[in-house]
């Protein structure tokens, strides 16, 4: 594995970041994952318009080129289907202190995981997922992608605790989103998500389901979604660039529906899946 540091393309093993590293310290740093699909990165542009925001919004400098970083890294691990993580931290301290001068250098690493294309997989094999309601624990500016991932990982921890594979956060009596995905409802024919606020990541896929929809008729609104509302609908999706479009056919127990796999679901699966091959034969 070749993971990319501060310039350098070298062996995992050989990477070294200090501990005085402000990431490290203070998760002081910003994050963003991109699956690539056969070589292709997914919604690139997207992506790094996302690492823009989350730099600008944390006061963080950029001035990379990070398609050139990334494109060598995913050709430098043999490309194919890779999920590509890229951290940009606000650089080591050289000691440990709050207030930081702001001409750090920026410590950037970014390395490669295998990924499964999630529309290699048949409607029919995809499994419904079973999912927990708990507070959302989080600060008040989620569309940063910051890497202070404790309230998401200690709530994931829960759902699995309970044998379920997500948790779904609940704040001020709203629901805002997944541990690490987007959420969506369908009642009656119609699809609902959170709309795009501090209190979500506004997500990729988010945007591009919201696109299919758009472009096949599918109605939908950006509306608030309460526990009540969550618990009564007829089909629950979630998104994330990773996981695409899944549904989740249990919540705190209960069956979502009638606890099978959704029309809708089913509908928007193919749409994205369509999409995402369309993206890598590039027609
Ligand atoms: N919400 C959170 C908190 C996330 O961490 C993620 C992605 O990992 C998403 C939503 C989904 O975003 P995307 O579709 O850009 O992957």
Redesign the pocket.
Same mark, same amino acid.
């Given at each position: 594995d070749i993971v990319y540091l501060d310039g350098h393309y070298i062996p995992a093993g050989e990477a070294r970041i200090s501990p005085f590293d402000r990431g490290f310290l203070f998760g002081d740093s910003v994050y963003?994952?991109i699956?690539y699909f056969r070589g292709t990165g997914f !919604?690139l542009r997207?992506?790094i318009a !996302?690492l823009e925001h989350s730099l600008r919004a944390v006061r963080i400098r950029s001035g990379r080129d990070w398609y050139a970083i990334l494109d060598r890294l995913v050709e430098l691990n043999g490309g194919g289907n890779l999920s590509v993580y890229l951290q940009v931290t606000r650089g080591d301290s050289g000691s440990r202190s709050h207030a930081y001068d702001a001409s750090l250098e920026p410590t950037v690493f970014a390395c490669c995981a295998p990924v499964r294309d999630f529309a290699s997989v048949a409607a029919k094999d995809v499994k419904g997922l079973a999912a927990i309601v708990t507070a959302d624990l !989080?600060w008040h500016r989620?569309d940063i992608?910051s890497t202070c991932?404790l309230p998401?990982i200690l709530v994931l921890q829960q759902a699995r605790d309970h044998q379920a594979d997500e948790a779904l956060l609940l704040r001020d009596g709203l629901v805002t989103?997944? #541990? *690490?995905?987007?959420i969506f409802l369908v009642r009656q024919g119609v699809v609902y998500t959170p709309k795009r606020s501090s209190e979500?990541? @506004? @997500?990729?896929? !988010?945007?591009?389901v919201l696109e299919l929809a758009d472009e096949n008729g599918i109605q939908y609104q950006e509306a608030d979604i309460d526990y009540d509302a969550l618990m009564a609908g007829d089909e629950v999706w979630i #998104? *994330? *660039? #990773?996981?695409g479009v899944l549904p989740v056919t249990r919540i705190d127990g209960q069956p979502v529906g009638d606890g099978e796999k959704g029309p809708l679901w089913a509908r928007m699966f193919e749409l994205l899946t369509r999409y995402q091959r369309r993206l890598m034969t590039g027609e």
């Open positions: 963003e994952v699956p !919604r997207e992506h !996302r !989080r989620c992608k991932l998401n989103e997944g #541990t *690490s995905c987007n979500i990541l @506004g @997500g990729i896929t !988010r945007e591009l #998104t *994330s *660039s #990773t996981r």
